[in-house]
C-alpha cells in the first residue's frame, strides 16, 4: 500500500516527527547539509544543528541527562519565527515531537505553527529491528540493564515501567498518531513504513512533499553507526561504574556520549564482534503479536501511508545463542579507540552543556586544526596525545596578566 505522494502547498510547514531510531540521522544530516540548495528550492531548514535540540527541548520542557532544559522562550521565539515565513516551504525536525504524551503539547504545536500550513510526517519500522537499535541507542545514555532484561520490561511492563513507557509512547503508532490526529486532519498526517532492504524510500518521500529534485536528500555516509554486541556491553559496563562511583550526568556527557562513543562508531566491526540479536525466542511471540496489531491499526487509521505494512510483519529469525547475549571480548583496535577517545574528550576545552550548543549523542567538536583520533593510527594517536598534554601543561604555567 504505497499513496501517492504529492508536493506539498507553498508556504506548507513540514514537520519530521520521527521517531527515535527509524532513519531519522540520516534524513536530518542530508538536509541540514544542503540547506543552501534547499533555499534556492523555495525550502527552509531552520537551527543550527542537524535536528530542533533546544526548541524541541523547550517545548517538551525535557532533556536528557546531563542537560539543562531551555525555557519555554525558546520554543516561542522560533515559531514566532516560523509562522513569519509564510513564503516558503519549511521543513522541520525533531524526534521528540513523536514521544509528546500530553495532548497539550501537541495542540501548543498546531496553535502556534498554523494548523493550515502544518503536515506530519513520521516513520515505522518493524519492531524486530527496531528493539536492538532502540536499546543500543539507550545504552549510550546511562542504561545498565542487559538486553533481555531491558526486552522483559518493555514487553511484560505497564505504563508505570519507565523502560515501557518511553518506548511505546513513541512506537505505538496509534497512541503517537492520536495526538495529532485529533488536532489535525487526516490528509495532513504521512505514515513511511521503512523496509531496511529500501533505504531510498524516506530521502524520496521528503523530496516529493517538499518538491526537491530526486536524489538531492540521499545521504552521503553512514550516520549514527550502529554498534557490536561487544562495545555495547562495554558501554553497559562502563555506565554501571559511572552510577557505583557516583560520576555526574555532567561527565557522562563530555566523557562517554562524546568520547567513548563516537569512538567506538568509528573502530567498526572486528573478527569476534557480533551483532545486537534481534529477539530471543521468548519475545518473539509478543513482537509477532504487537506486529499484526500495528498493521492493522495503521490501516485503518484513515492517513496517507508510504510503503508496505507488511514488511512490519515479524518474520522466521534465526535462534539467538545466548552466549551472544553478553560477549566478554572486545577487539584490542575498539579498546584503544575507546581510551582515545575519553583522553581526547578530557583535553579538550569545557564546552557548554550541550542543551546549549550540542544535541543528544553528537560529539563536540575536536580543537581547530587537530586531525579526528578515530584516523590516527597507533603511533599517530600517541603522539597526538603527548602533544595535546603538552599543550594544555603549558597553559597551565603561563603566567596571568
Known sequence: MTAEVAALPEGAILLHIGPYKTGSTAIQQALYDRRDVLAEHGVHYPGQWRRLFREGHALMQWSPRGRPVPPVSVWD??????RSRDDVRVCL?????????????????VEDLGAERLHIIAVARAYHRLMPSHWQERVKSHERRSYDEWLHELLEGDDSNEVHRSFWTSHDVEYMASRWLDVLPAEHFTFVVTDDADRELLPRTFERLLDLPEGLLTPEQTTNASLSMNAVELLRRVNSEFAERGWSDRDYVRLVQSGVVPELQAAGRSTGDVPVPALPGWARPFVAERSERRVAVIERLGVRVVGDPA?????????????????DRISVDAAWRAVAG???ASLRPAERP????????????????????SSASGGELVRELARRVRRRLLRRRRPSA
Open 77 to 82: 521565539d522560533f515559531a514566532a519565527d516560523i
Open 93 to 109: 525536525s525533531t524526534e521528540d515531537f513523536g514521544r509528546i504524551r500530553e495532548a497539550g503539547k501537541a495542540h501548543k504545536v
Open 311 to 327: 514488511c512490519l510483519l515479524l518474520p522466521e529469525l534465526p535462534d539467538t545463542v545466548q552466549a551472544d547475549l553478553l560477549p
Open 342 to 344: 575519553v583522553v581526547a
Open 354 to 373: 550541550p542543551g546549549g550548543r550540542h544535541g543528544p549523542r553528537q560529539a563536540a567538536p575536536a580543537p581547530v586544526g587537530a586531525e579526528p583520533i
